[in-house]
């Protein structure tokens, strides 16, 4: 048996072993800024790679605090942008946000909000408290995004033919919307984009590595990325949640690696994503289409292919 400290090196020479395979077959990709091979699979080097040039990104901003306590002003700008990206969006009827004191102390540390999809957007009232470490953090905008993106989804969110792929599609709508809005000058949804790519990132790459027992690489190597402020941060999810490794690797897989592996591979179809459960409307007969047409993600390839220049100029 490995002692520990042999472990972690024949652990660490593994991965550089895998990094140079990686390096030697992949092209490098101008819009996401690095290399990636063709596999449908997101590699743990190209999980390195996305975390970093986004931890470089989030280093690069000037701190910005986001107050979603003011909800209606966010709401009545967000919920057009979907539409504007393709989404079958009805702008009559009102989306209410409230902020609810999770009960649960598993949920009051993990939950940032959720939606029955019925227009009310519940929040986690550590985001209102002052006192909270939640409260007027950037990312905060990203999550009200996302549960807005539930709330296009409609009734899809208790049909069982669109469920596995829910929480991806609203991520990755989330993302649209976000890089719209920084596309045309939005300094709050540039910050909270990179933050939420980085983090997402890290995630992702967090479940790659948890896959390929590569955790002891993982935590040190990514350690030394991101900062020991968000490291903390989210290591403090992974361990809390190691008693239940099943369905940890269930919120990485739907909430990070499976979004971020769709946005990469949609490369080699020109950006365009088929089969997410969004209400895509066809706009030649104004019909909603739900999974058989594309998903355009011209915001968001914009925002990945100009954002060190974007952040330079917003910051």
Not at 22 to 41: F, I, N, Q, S
Not at 299 to 312: I, P, Q, R
């Amino acid at each position: 048996m490995l002692t520990g400290a042999l472990l972690k090196a024949s652990t660490g020479l593994a991965y550089l072993a895998y990094k140079t395979t990686e390096t030697t077959h992949a092209d490098y990709d101008p819009v996401l800024k690095g290399h990636y091979d063709t596999d449908p699979e997101i590699s743990l080097y190209e999980g390195e790679q996305l975390t970093s040039r986004f931890s470089k990104l989030r280093e690069s901003l000037e701190p910005l605090g986001v107050d979603v306590t003011d909800s209606e002003h966010w709401v009545s700008e967000m919920l057009p942008m979907f539409g504007f990206n393709g989404l079958k969006v009805n702008l009559r009827r009102d989306v209410s946000v409230v902020a609810s004191e999770f009960k649960d102390p598993v949920n009051y540390n993990a939950v940032y909000g959720y939606t029955y999809c019925r227009g009310e957007v519940t929040l986690n009232e550590r985001m209102f408290n002052p006192e909270s470490a939640w409260n007027g953090k950037v990312e905060n905008l990203q999550v009200l995004a996302h549960e807005l993106a539930h709330e296009v989804q409609g009734t899809m969110c208790q049909d069982i033919r669109y469920t596995e792929r829910l929480e991806e599609s609203a991520q990755i709508a989330s993302w649209e919307v976000l890089a719209s809005m920084a596309n045309e000058g939005s300094r709050p949804a540039l910050h909270a984009l990179v933050v939420s790519l980085e983090k997402n990132a890290y995630r992702a790459s967090l479940y790659r590595a948890m896959r390929d027992r590569q955790l002891p690489y993982f935590l040190k190597r990514f350690r030394k990325i991101v900062g020991e402020e968000n490291f903390s941060a989210w290591e403090r999810m992974r361990r809390a949640n190691m008693s239940d490794v099943g369905g940890l690797h269930d919120i990485l897989r739907r909430y990070s690696y499976d979004p971020l592996k769709t946005i990469i591979e949609s490369r080699k179809t020109g950006w365009e994503v088929i089969g997410l459960s969004l209400p895509i409307v066809e706009h030649a007969g104004g019909r909603v289409i739900v999974g058989r047409i594309a998903f355009k993600l011209d915001d968001l390839k914009y925002f990945l292919e100009h954002a060190e220049g974007l952040t330079e100029a917003l910051n």
